[in-house]
């Protein structure tokens, strides 16, 4: 495993702390950061298990707007406009309960609008896609014996991608490297979420899912929490950092995992960027 170790160091100072404020009493615990230069795949930082697999989350919809994109289910950024209907998913509150485009779609982590798209592509299309991706195991079944791979494979189900796997994808990404057109991976890029992080601009999926008992319940105290993406810095010619951070949780959070994973990251940014000898 490669590691910079004042990178380590600092992580380890103040991965804690920086969760502890943005979750108050929240018990987490960071199972992997990593970041690569993505212009030359060097390591700049990696700490923890970032070699396990586990759920993308929604960190799938980066590679479904690719997907969605090529087919040309998706247009552009704020095209189609699909419409909530009665029996969607609605827990993510009034966002999911309206006309959705692809913009918002990736703000607001809109399940059903991923279905959508997963229906229209069917699971042979997309396997061949997240197969030449790379993209962690590239299986879209779902949950064994109920063939629901189609409404959630990504969501603690059949799909599972390891840390490595996720900066790997992203460099793909970043660099224009995927099999896909330059059309689907510009339109991407302009769909992910910007967050500013000192002087840097993080562009970045956040990811939950929680795991299910053998009743088919949810395990609400051991949430998965990611957030993925790529980082430039403002004023700078380095090119961009590619980043996956995963965490776990050891009880139930009142913020969803990936936010809380999102927010302590960009909040450890500025110091943690500073270590990346660049």
Known sequence: MHRLLLACALLAATASHSLAASAAAEDVDVTCTIMLDAATGKVLV?????????????????????IGYDTKFLKDE????????KGDPDWGGANWLRDTN?????????????????????RDTLERY?????????????????DNGLERAWIASSLQISPREQVAFLRGLVNGTLPVGAEAIEKTRRIVERRDAG????HGKTGAAFPRRADRSFDYAHG?????????QKGHADGAVVFARLI?????????????????????????SRTLGR
């Open 46 to 66: 990696e700490e923890g298990d970032c070699a396990t697999r586990t759920t993308p989350a929604s960190t799938f919809k980066i590679p479904l707007a690719l």
């Open 248 to 272: 776990r949780t050891r009880e139930q959070t009142k913020t969803s995992p990936g936010v809380l994973t999102r927010d302590a990251l960009i909040a450890q940014w500025p110091a943690l």
């Open 199 to 202: 002087d840097w601009t993080l």
């Open 102 to 122: 692809p913009t918002d779609w990736l703000r607001y982590s809109v399940v059903w609008y991923s279905q959508r798209i997963t229906r229209d592509l069917g």
């Open 130 to 146: 997240a197969r030449a991706f790379q993209y962690g195991n590239a299986d879209l079944s779902g949950d064994p014996g109920f």
């Open 78 to 85: 704020t095209t189609p406009v699909l419409a909530y209907q």
């Open 224 to 232: 998965w929490g990611w957030y993925v993406g790529w980082a430039e």
